[in-house]
């Protein structure tokens, strides 16, 4: 009944937000209402609860105790217990079987890795329990070969020698036996066992051989056969080059990212001047100045709302700059070329084109082409405007998708716990 309560309340808060501002996108309102209903399908379909019990069913045979935890009731009493619940014995003919089937199971596995029981120089496979409620014991003579597991001693083993191995079974009383007889032999050099040992028994005799010596004089020979040591070295040199190379390719890209990033950050803030300078420039030749005494205008104001402590633009400081070289002599139209060539932005290239044409046909129609094209400036700001904000919120979507998660490990974990 709680999971059809969230369910619904998550519901009409969902509801609520889309009619605001706060509104969740479409998507992902519909995966947490559609995890939602299935949390609660599951939750109703048997997920929580309570069952009577009148009895419980025991753990099979050979496996481990359950531990159940119960609630009892009697009358207006209640107490919470938990019930150990041992695993089920066998009967005497089963118990007979897996006493039986416990020696098929010895016979067929004792050799481990060993190919034949008339040459053995790895480990044996002895066990202390099978089939989960077969007990073993063993007895294996001479004693110091093998330990009770089986693990082989190869320093012991340097000549061929007979070994009786002898296991003890019992199952909850009925008692067996099964018996072996292996030869255990020298490891033979041949195989990577036995070059592995046999070259460990001769470095350590060496290093015993003389041990308040400086240096430890390694063996020339195993087997008859020569022995060539070599030690890998560190090349530090080497790490110390492609760490450096590393560096150097990390702070090429990071050089060619910060370009990229400051170019786009500069064409958005030419973008920002770009309505506002077309705005400036159609005021003051609509009240009769020049174009070279309209960006005078233009900079001027720019300079007095500086001085007020205004944040730098960098079209307006190009202007300035612009103004003042016109001052110093330079040709009107090659200013104006020479201002869009060093903004780099197409809307200003496309003014300094308008007001070239105007120098040369006239400027009759300027003041109308700067309107239209402050207009068209200002709608491709508000365009770019909506694009970042969509950009914002997709980035949002990306924390909002790790909740998403978290809501649907704390929904499905406890109703599939809950299942099985």
């Known amino acids: 009944m709680a999971a059809v309560i969230l ?40 997920g929580s609860g309570s069952i009577r019990l009148s009895r419980i069913k025991r753990p099979e045979a050979g496996s481990t105790a359950e531990e ?37 199971q010895i016979k067929k596995e004792y050799l481990g890795k060993n190919k034949s029981a008339d040459s053995v120089y790895r480990d044996l496979k002895l066990r202390s329990k099978y089939r989960g409620n077969v007990e073993a014991e063993w007895e294996i003579k001479p004693y110091d070969i093998f330990d009770s597991e089986g693990k082989i001693d190869n320093s012991k083993a340097e000549k061929e020698t007979a070994v009786s191995i002898r296991g003890y079974l019992d199952c909850q009383g009925k008692t067996g036996e099964v018996e072996m007889q292996v030869t255990v032999i020298p490891i033979p050099m041949e195989t990577a066992d036995g070059f592995s040992y046999y070259l460990k028994k001769a470095v350590t005799e060496a290093n015993e051989k003389n041990p308040t010596s400086d240096y430890v004089k390694l063996p020339e020979k195993v087997g008859g056969k020569g022995l060539i040591f070599s030690e890998k070295k560190e090349d530090d040199g080497l790490k110390l080059v ?70 730098e633009r960098p079209a307006f400081e190009e202007v300035v700059r612009m103004n003042r070289r016109i001052r110093d002599g330079e040709d009107e139209e090659r200013a104006y070329r020479n201002l869009g060539e060093s903004l780099r932005h197409k809307g200003f290239r496309k003014l300094t084109l308008l007001l070239s044409q105007s120098l040369r046909k006239g400027g009759k129609d300027l003041r109308d082409q700067l309107e239209q094209e402050e207009k068209s400036a200002y709608d491709e700001r508000r365009i770019n405007a909506k694009v970042a904000g969509e950009e914002a919120s997709l980035k949002l979507l990306i924390p909002m998708m790790g909740l998403l998660g978290v809501i649907f490990i704390v929904l499905m974990v406890p109703a599939f716990m809950q299942m099985s």
């Open 7 to 46: 369910t619904v309340v998550t519901i009409a808060v969902i509801l609520a937000l889309n009619r605001g501002k706060n509104k969740i996108p479409v998507k992902l309102a519909v995966c947490i209402v559609g995890l939602e209903i299935v949390g609660t399908v599951l939750s109703l379909s048997g």
């Open 68 to 104: 159940h935890e119960v609630t009892v009731k009697q009358g207006d009493r209640e107490e919470k217990l938990t019930l150990r619940i041992p695993p089920r014995k066998l009967t005497d003919s089963e118990a007979e079987k897996a006493v039986e089937t416990a020696k098929k």
């Open 242 to 311: 492609i760490l450096m190379s590393f560096m150097v390719g990390l702070y090429i890209f990071y050089t060619k990212q910060k370009a990229k990033d400051d170019e786009k950050k500069w064409q958005q803030e030419l973008s920002y001047d770009y309505p506002k300078m077309l705005s400036q420039l159609s005021l003051y030749i609509g009240a009769g100045f020049s174009v070279k005494a309209a960006f005078v205008q233009v900079g001027n104001a720019y300079i007095k709302g500086k001085s007020r402590g205004h944040p």
